[in-house]
């Protein structure tokens, strides 16, 4: 049986070329139009991509004039909950670059939306394509960690003359929180494979204090799972330091420690004996988890769906414990 091949567009040409890349090299899918504001950008991607392919400035005439399966959604992220409103009004599937909307009542109506006619929405969640973090996925399925307790990430951004001068600086309601840390978030959430039940944060705005961007620059997140566990996450976009994904894993068998470019292990069998693993040797595909998207939307794998519109319910709620300071409860969505 011949695979169905999807008609998809992109809006956004910024990281937006990932996904311009994947559709065009991909077997199931036809880039048939791009989409981006600014004109310097269309004429440059213009001379760069098949001639078929069409060009818009404006979004909306792109999804009322084309014919499409899916629509990737790359733009800044004020901009994706309208943007996604629109198309799911027309019954097209979506991709959309973290996060999917930044206040919970757009949620809501975007899941109301979704539900109804089943429409599938992913997000591109980069971190899930690193082989060495699928490699401590399968050792936890393999039970090498024993009951796991405790797990800590930090999201280190490592370009802060970006949030002061680029787009972070110039939209409303920019969160480190939803812009960042919803990767490790997702990342632990998927290793822990256990409901969070409620959430903590706190955060401050020191590095960043005179500068363009009104937003806290660093934020600590709280993790409470269903059975007990802690996860401690970190929003660090203040650090002096290059971009990385610190990560700290202890079970009943086994502790783990990522950091840089190393990972250090110890067993509860000998303490004494580290386990040294060089991460260079391991692939990073930030164009697997685009490629997996595609992969679901053929097989109209709602039940990721619902996932993605969990981990943003979790990653909302610490956002809204971040302006309460108080614990937030996780409101959960199901088919």
């Given at each position: 049986?011949?695979?169905?091949?999807?008609?998809?567009?992109?809006i956004?040409?910024?990281?937006?070329?990932?996904?311009?890349?994947?559709?065009?090299?991909?077997?199931?899918?036809?880039?048939?139009?791009?989409?981006?504001?600014?004109?310097?950008?269309?004429?440059?991607?213009?001379?760069?991509?098949?001639?078929?392919?069409?060009?818009?400035?404006?979004?909306?005439?792109l999804?009322?004039?084309?014919?499409?399966?899916?629509?990737?959604?790359?733009?800044?992220?004020?901009?994706?909950?309208?943007?996604?409103?629109?198309?799911?009004?027309?019954?097209?599937?979506?991709?959309?670059?973290?996060?999917?909307?930044?206040?919970?009542?757009?949620?809501?109506?975007?899941?109301?939306?979704?539900?109804?006619?089943?429409?599938?929405?992913f997000?591109n969640?980069?971190?899930?394509?690193?082989?060495?973090?699928?490699?401590?996925?399968?050792?936890?399925?393999?039970?090498?960690?024993?009951?796991?307790?405790?797990?800590?990430?930090?999201?280190?951004?490592?370009?802060?003359?970006?949030?002061?001068?680029?787009?972070?600086?110039?939209?409303?309601?920019?969160?480190?929180?939803?812009?960042?840390?919803?990767?490790?978030?997702?990342?632990?959430?998927?290793?822990?494979?256990?409901?969070?039940i409620?959430?903590?944060?706190?955060?401050?705005?020191s590095?960043?204090?005179?500068?363009?961007?009104?937003?806290?620059?660093?934020?600590?997140?709280?993790?409470?799972?269903?059975?007990?566990?802690i996860?401690?996450?970190?929003?660090?976009?203040?650090?002096?330091?290059?971009?990385?994904?610190?990560?700290?894993?202890?079970?009943?068998?086994?502790?783990?420690?990522?950091?840089?470019?190393?990972?250090?292990?110890?067993?509860?069998?000998?303490?004494?004996?580290?386990?040294?693993?060089?991460?260079?040797?391991?692939?990073?595909?930030?164009?697997?988890?685009?490629?997996?998207?595609?992969?679901?939307?053929?097989?109209?794998?709602?039940?990721?769906?619902i996932n993605?519109?969990?981990?943003?319910?979790?990653?909302?709620?610490?956002e809204?414990?971040?302006?309460?300071?108080?614990?937030?409860?996780?409101?959960?969505?199901?088919?």
């Amino acid at each position: 049986m011949k695979s169905k091949i999807l008609n998809c567009a992109v809006i956004g040409l910024g990281v937006g070329m990932r996904h311009v890349n994947v559709f065009i090299e991909s077997k199931n899918t036809n880039l048939i139009a791009i989409c981006d504001i600014k004109t310097l950008k269309r004429k440059k991607i213009k001379n760069e991509l098949p001639k078929n392919i069409k060009i818009y400035k404006n979004f909306k005439k792109l999804v009322d004039n084309e014919n499409l399966d899916i629509i990737s959604i790359a733009t800044y992220d004020d901009l994706h909950f309208e943007q996604l409103i629109y198309c799911l009004k027309k019954n097209i599937n979506i991709i959309v670059e973290k996060p999917m909307c930044l206040k919970f009542n757009q949620l809501n109506k975007l899941f109301k939306l979704s539900f109804k006619n089943k429409i599938l929405i992913f997000s591109n969640l980069t971190l899930r394509g690193n082989d060495y973090f699928k490699k401590i996925k399968q050792d936890i399925l393999k039970n090498k960690y024993g009951d796991i307790y405790y797990l800590s990430g930090d999201y280190i951004y490592g370009r802060i003359n970006k949030i002061i001068y680029g787009w972070r600086s110039k939209i409303k309601n920019y969160s480190i929180i939803l812009g960042g840390a919803i990767h490790i978030i997702d990342l632990i959430n998927w290793f822990k494979d256990k409901k969070v039940i409620s959430v903590f944060s706190i955060g401050n705005k020191s590095t960043t204090k005179n500068t363009n961007f009104k937003y806290k620059d660093f934020s600590l997140i709280i993790l409470k799972f269903e059975d007990g566990s802690i996860a401690k996450i970190t929003a660090n976009f203040a650090a002096n330091l290059p971009h990385r994904h610190l990560i700290e894993l202890h079970g009943k068998k086994k502790s783990l420690f990522l950091d840089y470019n190393k990972s250090y292990s110890f067993s509860k069998a000998n303490l004494n004996k580290i386990e040294l693993i060089d991460l260079k040797k391991f692939k990073y595909d930030k164009e697997f988890i685009l490629k997996n998207n595609i992969k679901n939307i053929l097989s109209k794998n709602y039940n990721e769906t619902i996932n993605q519109f969990n981990l943003m319910s979790i990653s909302l709620s610490a956002e809204k414990s971040l302006k309460s300071g108080k614990w937030e409860r996780v409101k959960y969505y199901s088919a």
